[in-house]
């Protein structure tokens, strides 16, 4: 699998980051995980616009899904070629309304749902293309979903946005590259079910035995050497912060 991180700020994007957004590929398919505010310029400088195969969407928090609406006007009105078949888009439930009600002047009712085939997520395990996919929900105050991918005896697990949590110990365990959300400061800010702490996902890591931490999602106003510096505290292996256009292979 290759892994590229497109964009990987939270909240708002920063100055070197678009929102949260990340590519993975293998034999020849590509799945896009959540597509946030600036994601979708940055996706072009990876892959044609029209090149992607499925859309993961971990919560409806615009941060991880409001350049969907964007996206959205390049599938349906594109002269070039015709319009594109829907293209399947794993989300939460009300994925279609929410994206509805955020671009808010859509031609008919029904026109999102033509650009993309939103299928519902829940937890459990399935296949997406490739790949074997096992999603389950994570603590936030929206319905979200952590994500375990594999293919080729490899794997890899992106978090989305949660607090601590029993799931996303269950999804991380013993992945080869765990791509985790670390939003706030150790010390600092302390509210459960919302976001992690470097330290925190640092100690998911150590406790899943993960092969590679890869923090992420964190805030411009969040010092992201501080949360690596707290994760390697208590995780011993290889740690690091992601960076917008930063490829792995696992």
Same mark, same amino acid.
């Given at each position: ?7 990987? $700020? /939270?909240?708002?994007? $920063?100055? &070197? ?40 969407? $971990? ?23 015709? *319009? ?12 279609? %309304?929410?994206? !509805? !009600? ?10 999102? /749902? ?10 459990? $395990? ?5 790949? %074997? ?5 994570? %603590? ?9 991918? &594999? ?17 996303? =110990?269950?999804?991380?365990?013993? !992945? ?16 459960? #079910? ?9 100690? =998911? #890591? +150590?406790?899943?035995?993960?092969? *590679?931490?890869?923090?992420? =999602?964190?805030?411009?106003? !969040? ?18 912060? +992601? ?8």
């Amino acid at each position: 699998m290759k892994l590229t991180v497109v964009g990987c $700020s /939270g909240s708002f994007p $920063s100055a &070197e980051s678009a929102c949260s957004s990340y590519l993975v590929e293998a034999d020849g398919f590509r799945l896009l995980l959540d597509m946030g505010n600036g994601a979708l310029g940055e996706l072009q400088r990876h892959i044609g616009l029209y090149d992607l195969d499925a859309i993961f969407l $971990s919560h409806l928090h615009a941060d991880h899904c409001i350049d969907m609406c964007g996206y959205f006007v390049a599938r349906y009105y594109r002269h070039d070629g015709g *319009r594109c078949p829907a293209l399947p888009v794993y989300a939460p439930e009300g994925a279609e %309304q929410r994206l !509805t !009600t955020a671009y808010a002047d859509i031609p008919t009712p029904g026109a999102m /749902g033509e650009a993309f085939d939103f299928r519902t997520l829940s937890s459990g $395990s399935f296949e997406i293309g490739p790949f %074997q996919v096992r999603t389950e929900k994570v %603590q936030h105050p929206v319905e979200a979903f952590g994500i375990r991918i &594999e293919h080729g005896g490899r794997s890899l697990t992106y978090s989305g946005d949660t607090g601590v949590c029993d799931a996303l =110990h269950e999804l991380a365990d013993g !992945t080869d590259l765990f791509l985790c959300e670390a939003s706030f400061t150790h010390g600092k800010e302390d509210i459960p #079910a919302l976001h992690l702490n470097g330290r925190e996902a640092g100690a =998911h #890591a +150590a406790r899943a035995s993960v092969g *590679r931490l890869v923090l992420t =999602h964190i805030p411009p106003w !969040t010092d992201g050497e501080r949360n690596l510096a707290d994760a390697r505290e208590v995780f011993h292996g290889p740690a690091e912060l +992601a960076r917008a256009g930063a490829v792995y292979e696992i």
